[in-house]
């Protein structure tokens, strides 16, 4: 994690975030979409209040962190504010399942069904709600660092029926990041294509009950890629940041 001492001016912010939409309106077209078809999180991981206090105000609304505790006083100190919408992108243990349902609006990181499990337990505890959405995250390049499900139809499909009987959440789509790598274009390309045609042969054998509709792919590195590969979601951090 990147700490700094002074805020990132918010002209910087919002210099970062038009080059930003402007790439994500062109990679989207490119994709025979609307030009805000693709929903942006900010990850704030690496940033403090201020930032995303900024960023609010520039009209960013979805925002995005790894790790429960960190997300924790970041959005109980911005709670007062107009809500905004938080999104979990890191691997979650079960025994925090009750702050990640708290927390979050969105959780992209259900990698098994003992964490389906703890978060539709934890959902249900709160009467009336919707069921909470969740991605299921695949590994497609087998990376030994990364947490995921393996990149194939069978489990994908099992755990999708799996958690077509938990009323407390809905998954509605699939997440996965591409390596780190000196060139995107070689090594993110074939990993969204990978994951967009999972997401597509699931559909189409209705391994889950409703359609799935979200794929959450592309961060700094590989956003305009992943666009063109289908990504409805995309996770941009240090680009705003830099
Ligand atoms: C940190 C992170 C991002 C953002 O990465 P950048 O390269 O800073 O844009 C996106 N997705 C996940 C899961 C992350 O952990």
Redesign the pocket.
């Known amino acids: 994690m990147i700490e700094r001492k002074e805020p990132i001016p918010p002209d910087v912010l919002k210099t970062n975030l038009a080059a930003i939409r402007a790439r994500m309106a062109e990679a989207a077209v490119k994709s025979s979409r609307a030009p805000d078809a693709v929903k942006l999180v900010a990850?704030t991981?690496?940033v403090g209040l201020e930032e995303i206090r900024a960023l609010q105000e520039l009209g960013v609304s979805d925002f995005?962190e790894?790790r429960i505790q960190d997300a924790e006083k970041k959005i109980k100190a911005l709670s007062g504010a107009a809500p905004l919408r938080w999104h979990l992108?890191?691997h979650l243990q079960t025994n925090k399942a009750d702050k990640a349902v708290k927390l979050f609006q969105t959780v992209?990181?259900v990698d098994s069904l003992r964490v389906a499990q703890a978060l539709d337990k934890e959902a249900r505890k709160q009467p009336g709600r919707e069921p909470l959405p969740c991605l299921l995250e695949v590994n497609v390049a087998g990376e030994a660092n990364k947490f995921g499900l393996p990149p194939q139809y069978s489990p994908l499909s099992e755990l999708l029926q799996q958690c077509a009987a938990l009323s407390g959440i809905r998954i509605t789509g699939l997440m996965s990041?591409a390596p780190y790598a000196g060139n995107p274009e070689a090594t993110s390309r074939p990993v969204f294509r990978t994951l967009r045609a999972l997401f597509e042969e699931l559909n189409a054998k209705n391994a889950c009950p409703h359609p799935l509709t979200e794929l959450s792919m592309g961060?700094?590195?590989d956003?305009t890629i992943a666009i063109e590969e289908g990504a409805t979601i995309v996770?941009?951090?240090?680009?705003l940041f830099e």
């Open positions: 990850v991981k690496y995005g790894s992108i890191g992209h990181s990041m961060m700094t590195q956003y996770r941009v951090g240090s680009a």
